[in-house]
C-alpha cells in the first residue's frame, strides 16, 4: 500500500507540475549588456525557473564565465539567487572559444518565480563586465503583439510598426511594465525616421514623465545615441 500510495502521490506531483508550466520562446526585453547574449527560453513550473541562454564570440581568443551571483530581480526589488548553473564555468574559470562565431550555449535555474509574475531583470553581480538584461517579458500575448510590431518594422512599414507600439504602449501605460521604456524608444526612433522631430521630441518627454521601471537606464541609451530633447 506505501509503494502504491507514493507512485500515486508521484503522478499527481507530476501532473501538477506539467499544469504549472509555462514556456516563453526568446521573450523581449528591454535593455541588454551583452549584444550577443541571447535568452533563447524560459521555461517556468512549480519548482524552477530555467533560462536557455547563448552568447556568440565575436573576437580572437574570447572567452566567457558567469559568476554565481546572477539574481532575478522582481518588479518590487526583491531578489531570487541563481540555484544552480550548466554548461558555463563559473568565474574565474572561463570557456575558452576556438574562433569568432562560434556558440556557447548554457542554462540558468532559479527557484520558482511568485506567482502572478509577468517581468522580471536577469541580474549578474559582479565586479567586471557583469550582464544584465532588463524587463524580460514572462506574457506570450505582449511578447506576440510587440514581435508583430518589430515584423511590420522589419518589412518597411514603419507607419503601421509605430501605430502598433503606440497602442501597445497605451495598453501597458500605467501598468509599471518593464518593456515600457524600450516602447517609448521605438515610438520615439519611428517618428524620427519618419521625420517628425516634433512627435518625437513629445514622446520623448512623455517617456521622462512616465516613471517606467529602469528609466534612467533607457534615457541613457537613448541620449548616448544622440537623441536627446
Same mark, same amino acid.
Given at each position: ?9 508521484? +503522478? ?5 507540475? *506539467?499544469? #504549472?508550466?509555462? !514556456? &516563453?520562446?526568446?521573450?523581449?526585453? =528591454? ?65 575558452? +572559444? ?5 556558440? *556557447?550555449? #548554457?542554462?540558468? !535555474? &532559479?527557484?520558482?518565480?511568485?506567482? =502572478? ?72 526612433? *519611428? ?39
Amino acid at each position: 500500500m506505501k509503494f502504491t500510495y507514493s507512485i500515486i502521490a508521484g +503522478f499527481f506531483l507530476l501532473l501538477s507540475d *506539467l499544469s #504549472f508550466s509555462q !514556456t &516563453f520562446i526568446q521573450p523581449n526585453f =528591454g535593455l541588454k549588456s551583452h549584444e550577443t547574449l541571447v535568452i533563447n527560453k524560459v521555461e517556468l513550473t512549480s519548482t524552477a525557473a530555467t533560462f536557455f541562454m547563448s552568447i556568440e564570440n565575436r573576437i580572437a581568443n574570447g572567452s566567457f564565465c558567469a559568476d554565481n551571483n546572477i539574481f532575478i530581480v522582481y518588479p518590487d526589488g526583491t531578489r531570487s539567487k541563481l540555484v544552480s548553473s550548466e554548461n558555463i564555468p563559473v568565474c574565474p574559470d572561463t570557456h575558452k +572559444f576556438k574562433e569568432p562565431g562560434e556558440k *556557447l550555449g #548554457f542554462t540558468l !535555474t &532559479f527557484p520558482p518565480l511568485k506567482p =502572478g509574475t509577468e517581468w522580471i531583470d536577469l541580474i549578474e553581480d559582479c565586479s567586471d563586465n557583469c550582464f544584465s538584461f532588463y524587463g524580460v517579458t514572462l506574457d506570450n500575448d505582449l511578447n506576440r503583439k510587440i514581435d508583430d510590431a518589430f515584423s511590420l518594422s522589419a518589412n518597411d512599414e514603419p507607419v503601421k510598426a509605430m501605430i502598433s507600439f503606440i497602442d501597445i504602449t497605451e495598453a501597458v501605460d500605467k501598468k509599471n511594465i518593464g518593456i515600457e521604456g524600450f516602447l517609448y524608444i521605438n515610438i520615439i526612433r *519611428l517618428e524620427k525616421q519618419n521625420g517628425n522631430e516634433v512627435k518625437a521630441a513629445q514622446w520623448y518627454n512623455r517617456m521622462k514623465s512616465s516613471g517606467a521601471p529602469r528609466l534612467r537606464q533607457y534615457i541613457k541609451y537613448l541620449n548616448d545615441q544622440g537623441i536627446k530633447y
